[in-house]
């Protein structure tokens, strides 16, 4: 995966030693700045475009504080922050876990978080990493762009901090604590995954949620009107379903529908729901993501140091660090925990800019449209109109496969033993490469489970189908989630796995505690 | 990159230092998390109580959840159907091989999709409590001991001497040679002062009367003038006993840093695990009481049935033996342990008897004797708890020692709810007391 080892090759490199940066190993917040307006010029010589940026530099107590609140600055209490925290302060603690470099947000500007402990070469690293390829990445590819708006995520945390401390106080920590374990069990089910959300400010939101209390109650009053309907159309109305569609953002449902629901536990629903939203794109472009901020912390450093910009010593730990980061465990070593995305993405983006530059046989056959352009250009398409799935669809080269010796296991229940269905030969690319796209998508990673009626006329019990791909059956969290359905809808709740037949295989059904 | 639309917008860029800002933000969702397993915490600190020694109770502790309880679920894949995973690396394989399906059930490891990330592992989730929070925890359904805090300092009367500057009275140990001998040295020259402006001019005088070359009458008379004035001077004392000095010392109240804490307890047939629990955790309560007062608590421990022995914490608690009772063994033990180790007025010694109250008929009527005229005038303190409900005639006996002893006190714990509650009223400041 170290084909660019060319552009370390000290051969051919005049060394400019007039423009080397200052070099000492401890940074300063001078330094900082000097660094960051140089990688800044050589970035913008590649042309890459991104939010202004602000650095942070903080403690690693403040980096654990952060790793707990999913890395935001704020954020409304919960008790699985604080299990999270105390989980990663005890593995750091006892050496464990390093912590990481940085932490960087999706927001305008785009914050960084830089740990003091860092030495001045890793906060170069950082910087570059950070400032400049996740930036440009949030900015520039089209899930960030379409579902997430990064000027005013952070005004939203604020408010939906402030709202849930409100409840806090009106309804007490316990029911609070209540909606909120409910919806995070659904948070993956959330999200909407073809339409796009309105932005809004947070003093809208605030205005809106108001009317929207007042104007969502009387909806869900018309939904669950109970006057007897005229006898004639009795039978019309049976055969109507609701939810005439089924939905897939179980939370929006709920939020839209649930009968018993106050207006506080509907907007605390939705608050949940537009976090998982913003979160949404970072799960699915996560090879990406960090293959492209890898890839262009690389690209700039090196640049750097071909200018002569950074000295040899800095240059190593760089790259030292560069390598931890892209180390990819071979399926046999004790710690290969699946494949790594820094490293898998790092080496398609590295793979893209070859096949530009020096395109072989094999690339101009499986890549006509890609061999030979403009690598810069190329690069930026990629990172701009794909997601995991589609970018490895559209990218994984057979070189590639080759490169990191993959293979595909099936594992079919049915079988009493596993079978390599595809490797890294002509006959098995195509299949590879669907395969590990496959892996890489959302919809399959996740169980699919949907909305699928609700009994309005009746007993107002809800049912959500699961709807199994590969027959895959749920496993036993399933009925904890069910029951949390249950808590918020009010009455029974059914969940049936179904197979493509439309057979229920498995199936779970909670009738919560009236106490309304 | 190549699409410039936005890139007119300098990269403006600023350097925030946070590191002295926010601290500790996770604290809060902490607390939530404490609080939220709030009865399984307090469990583990009830059992790391029972396990733990009594000398290190005031540590932190982890504490165990299941991982089943503090799990957050969502909708996941089990293991079943069939599923196709990309792994790098490959070595040997080609299509078509066949490979063992690896034990536990996980399908083909577990790949990049992370599909099972809850399904792996049933580890409990383990963490820690500080110290702190242990004894809030620990004293949490017991309410803080606080207002006992500053009860027993007043009667614990321990002086410390220290230096105070020199007087002129003392016993001759304490005298100060230099400071003396420079007050004699001041008073002798204050004495002789005017005696020797007296010589100096005599002298001088003599000396004129020389050179004038006078007659010898007058210089004789003069050389008798110079000789009477000499003799005058030295007839000045050397040292007066009004010169010396002692040094000075002021007796001061000081807080003790020393205690003794004498647990005794009944290890007869009749006392069982659930008895000696109650009597154990009576027991760390008042260690831990001593231990915040004094600098160093020492503990002994002394177990009786028939006859009683010193034994180590452990055997203290855990050995068990049966048969008769016999009080006064135990406490005739005690009394032999303080005036053979524990005499010193630096030592605050208490006592902590526990027992089911049945002991040998003749022998409550001794163990009284015993109190009154050997220990209690010993001890700052005496604290009987019995286990057990009935009246028995120890409790009668006891009864009587309570009423003529104002640091003797008793009460009856039956249920691990009372020890605190009893704790407290056996260490209630009372009028006499003070």
């Known amino acids: 995966m170290m084909e660019e080892a060319e552009l370390l090759t000290p051969s051919d490199r005049k060394k400019d030693e007039s423009r080397r940066l200052p070099c000492p190993s401890d940074w300063n917040f001078e330094l900082l700045e000097t660094y960051f307006q140089a990688i800044r010029r050589t970035a913008e010589s590649f042309g890459l475009d991104t939010y202004p940026a602000q650095l942070e530099l903080i403690s690693s107590e403040q980096m654990l504080d952060a790793y707990a609140s999913v890395g935001m600055p704020v954020n409304y209490r919960h008790w699985s922050y604080g299990k999270h925290f105390i989980q990663s302060e005890k593995s750091y603690r006892r050496g464990h876990m390093g912590l990481a470099y940085e932490i960087v947000i999706n927001s305008d500007p785009c914050i960084a978080y830089l740990m003091e402990e860092n030495t001045m070469p890793m906060q170069a690293l950082v910087m570059a990493h950070a400032c400049f390829g996740h930036n440009s990445f949030f900015k520039g590819n089209y899930l960030f762009r379409m579902w997430t708006d990064a000027s005013s995520i952070i005004d939203y945390l604020v408010y939906a901090k402030s709202f849930v401390s409100e409840c806090e106080e009106r309804h007490g920590i316990d029911a609070v ?167 898998l993405g790092f080496a398609m983006f590295t793979d893209i800019k070859r096949i530009c530059q020096n395109p072989t046989d094999e690339d ?96 107002r019990s809800l049912t959500l189908r699961h709807i199994r791909h590969s027959d895959r059956p749920l496993d036993n969290g399933a009925e904890e989630v069910v029951k949390h359905v249950a808590r918020l809808w009010g009455f029974r709740v059914r969940l049936e796995s179904v197979d493509t037949h439309d057979r229920v295989m498995q199936h779970w059904e909670v009738t919560p505690p009236q106490h309304h | 990159m190549s699409n410039n639309s936005g890139g007119e917008r300098s990269m403006l860029h600023q350097v925030i230092d946070r590191r002295l800002s926010g601290k500790n933000k996770s604290i809060g969702n902490r607390e939530r998390f404490l609080r939220r397993y709030k009865e399984q915490i307090k469990e583990a600190v009830r059992k790391a109580v029972g396990d733990r020694s009594i000398r290190d109770i005031e540590e932190g502790a982890d504490i165990t959840l299941p991982k089943r309880d503090v799990s957050e679920p969502t909708f996941g894949h089990a293991p079943g159907g069939s599923r196709e995973l990309v792994h790098p690396g490959n070595q040997e394989y080609i299509r078509g091989d066949r490979i063992q399906r690896p034990q536990g059930g996980g399908g083909g490891g577990s790949g990049g999709s992370g599909a099972s990330q809850d399904g792996q592992g049933e580890d409990d989730f383990v963490f820690r409590i500080s110290r702190e929070e242990f004894m809030n925890y620990f004293f949490d359904d017991l309410a803080l001991p606080r207002m006992i805090r500053t009860q027993l300092l007043a009667d614990v009367p321990e002086w410390k001497y220290r230096r105070a500057g020199y007087v002129s009275e003392g016993s001759p140990s304490a005298l100060h040679i230099v400071r003396s001998m420079r007050t004699g040295l001041a008073r002798r020259i204050a004495m002789g002062g005017d005696t020797r402006i007296e010589l100096r001019r005599a002298i001088e005088q003599l000396k004129e009367a020389e050179e004038r070359g006078d007659p010898e009458k007058d210089l004789a008379l003069l050389r008798e003038a110079v000789a009477e004035l000499r003799t005058r001077l030295k007839r000045v004392p050397w040292l007066d006993p009004f010169d010396l000095r002692y040094r000075n010392r002021v007796r001061e109240p000081m807080p003790t840093s020393k205690a003794v804490m004498f647990c005794l307890m009944d290890v007869s047939g009749s006392m069982d695990e659930s008895r000696k629990d109650l009597a154990k955790r009576f027991f760390i309560l008042l260690y831990l009481f001593l231990s915040r007062h004094y600098e160093k608590t020492e503990v002994v421990f002394i177990r009786h049935h028939t006859q009683a022995a010193e034994v180590t914490e452990d055997e203290f608690f855990h050995a068990t033996e049966s048969g008769g009772t016999v009080v006064s063994s135990a406490l005739t033990l005690m009394n032999d342990i303080i005036r053979a180790r524990y005499m010193g007025s630096e030592w605050n010694i208490y006592g902590a008897q526990a027992s089911d109250g049945d002991n040998w008929q003749q022998d409550s009527s001794k163990c009284r004797e015993l109190l009154d005229h050997k220990i209690l005038p010993l001890v700052r303190y005496y604290a009987y708890v019995q286990v057990a409900d009935e009246d028995q005639n120890l409790w009668e006996e006891y009864t009587r020692v309570r009423d003529a002893n104002s640091h003797f006190a008793m009460q009856k714990i039956v249920t691990p709810s009372q020890i605190f509650p009893v704790f407290r009223d056996l260490f209630k400041k009372t009028p006499q007391a003070a």
């Open chain 1, 177 to 343: 604590e209540q909606v909120l374990d409910a919806c995070h069990a659904l948070m993956n089910y959330g999200v909407d995954r073809y339409r796009r959300p309105q932005k809004i400010s947070m003093v809208e939101e605030e205005n809106r949620r108001k009317e929207r209390e007042a104007y969502l109650q009387q909806q869900v009053n018309d939904l669950w009107r109970t006057l007897p309907a005229k006898a004639g159309k009795q039978a019309e109305k049976k055969t109507r379903r609701f939810p005439e569609e089924p939905q897939e953002n179980i939370l929006y449902f709920i939020e839209k529908n649930a009968p018993l629901l106050e207006p506080w536990q509907r907007e605390i629903v939705r608050i949940v729901r537009k976090i998982a939203q913003y979160f949404y794109p970072q799960r699915q472009t996560q090879v990406m993501n960090e293959g492209w901020a890898t890839f262009w912390h690389y690209t700039l450093l090196n640049t750097m140091y071909d200018q002569g910009m950074l000295s040899d010593g800095y240059m190593m730990e760089i790259l030292s660090s560069h390598t931890n980061v892209v180390f990819q465990p071979p399926v046999t070593h004790p710690a290969y925990s699946g494949i790594n995305p820094y490293a």
């Open chain 1, 364 to 459: 101009r056959e499986w890549f006509p449209e890609l061999a030979g352009t403009d690598w810069i250009k190329s690069l930026d398409y990629a990172m701009r109109h794909f997601k995991d799935e589609s970018f490895i669809g559209q990218y994984l080269s057979p070189k590639m496969m080759r490169d990191f010796r993959m293979f595909a296991v099936l594992d079919d229940a049915a079988q009493s033993e596993l079978e390599v269905s595809a490797i890294h030969d002509d006959q098995g690319y195509r299949r590879l490469r669907e395969s590990l796209s496959r892996q890489h998508d959302l919809g399959w990673r996740e169980p699919n489970i949907q909305v699928w009626n609700v009994n309005a006329r009746g007993d």
